[in-house]
């Protein structure tokens, strides 16, 4: 007989997600996904003026700090046909990249990695043999025995005071728990050292954009950035080499530590390959922008569907009608007043609460199709795209991963291995080494153009009467991000926000077909119904953000239900 399970709410995220999942003969065999809580970000922005957009959209998310306001300055400028300078992109790119960096390195270790590592088993490790084990992925400078020693001598003080700290409340010794000690010694090791790491992006990123969280160096038709590089009071040479530094710092990090990491983690738990792979439809959309026209990209976008890397379609520039015209939400299972699917720019959102519903509504987020598809969205995707396009870099890094991967696993794997819960982590990193090459070739670009003479960053947007209307696309670090504007007399007249964690912990749509998280732990196996972890293995897998999936208010900003999260 089927067992329920509810998880409510999912910790270690962003916001209040709950996770519904029937249970029988120990795997799972039904689930719901829901959001828990609503905003009102959209309603907020109508009749407002579209160059403010930006600063209130990012305030939808404190982790997601530039990825809203990256694609709010865009949507405005794609309805205005507005292009930017070349100084401007480079700027919004290290911002954009240097972010992402932040972002995938706390995913793995603050948010994912406790659900394969057992800390208190690295009580019982040997530092010799976790130093050896460190030592034989990377030559990282503190895989010592010396480092191991400490951090186990700090993790027994721990214990013996009996406050755990974020280490409180895991699944310590559960069945599903199978790294051996040493292997957790060494990733509670890099796990506080990555704790340094995220920080020396974050310098780089407030250097860079004034502020974080919520930078303050964008606007529509450019950046703020001012470039002067003999004034203390401007972007000059010595915080452009400060930047560079913190990036170089937090490139070795990724490329020595949380790479190697991952990959051991994914070989060392190869019986998991085959699990969580669910939605097999990925969609990606491409940035590092190389031109003023948006029209030529240093990272990949583009579609596969039903998992064959031969059905990839690009989508080659932000002016792209084949995203732009098949992007739908629909709302048969989410909180709003009707049964419709709408493309963004038509939605009319009526807060609808009904109690949670396992046929009828059950959540707040909608359900986004892309040709009438559920699409997956995030590393994952893009690496895909990226594979199957035959961009050198990923191929290069994928490759390289794989070959790893194989190596420690002790038994061959291709791409196909990546549509799993570790491969959804595994693309993560292998992202995040990407996007450190990058962020780094990016700074050059930007040098090099500003010593040319090149101080431009900015073009005056100019708004027409009439209606236009326009969209921004970012591949932010969970995924597609798209925001959708419509201008009326240069005021906003709707907007709407279609963010990866729409994409991905949407609920069934009108057809019932299910979205990426409830497809995903399907037939996962679970070891004691009590202790849920391979549910929140998969789930994590995907770094839901529901503050950003879940965005709507009663018009009139009265109070539509009170929903307790558990």
Known sequence: MAQRITIDPIT????????????????????????????????ILKGRDPRDAWLLTQRICGVCTSVHALASVRSVENALNLEIPINAQYIRNIVMSVHALQDHIVHFYVLSALDWVDVVSALSADPKKAAALAASLSDWPNNSVKRMTAVQDKLKALVASGQLGPFANGYWGHPAMKLPPEANLMAVAHYLESLDYQRKATMALGI?????????????GGVTTALNLDSDSALNMERLYWIKQLIQEVRGFIQ???LPDVVAVGALYKEWLPYGKGVNNYLAVPDMVLNTASTEFDLPGGTI??????????????HDDYFRDNVVENISHAWY?????????????????????????????KAPRFQGQPMQVGPLAQMLVGYAQGHPLIVKNVDSALSMISSVAGVQVGPGVLESTIGRIAARAVRASILSDLALKHWDLLVNNIDSGDLEIFNKPVFPQGEQRGYGLHEAPRGVLSHWIVIQDGKIKNYQCVVPSTWNAGPRDAEGVAGPYEASILGNPIADPEKPLEILRTVHSFDPCIACAVHTVDANGNEVTNVKAL
């Open 12 to 43: 270690r995220i962003e916001g209040h997600l709950r996770v519904d999942a029937e249970v029988d003969g120990g795997e799972v065999t039904k689930a719901w996904s829901s959001g828990q809580m609503w905003r009102g970000l959209e309603t």
């Open 208 to 220: 860079i954009s004034g502020k974080n969280p919520h930078i303050q160096n964008l606007s529509v």
């Open 256 to 258: 020595q530590v949380y």
């Open 305 to 318: 569907m039903g998992g064959d890397l031969s059905t990839v379609k690009g989508i080659t520039s932000y």
């Open 337 to 365: 007043k009707g049964d419709w699917s709408k493309h963004p720019y038509d939605e009319d959102d009526t807060p609808n609460y009904t109690d949670f519903q396992d046929d009828g509504k059950y959540s707040w987020i």
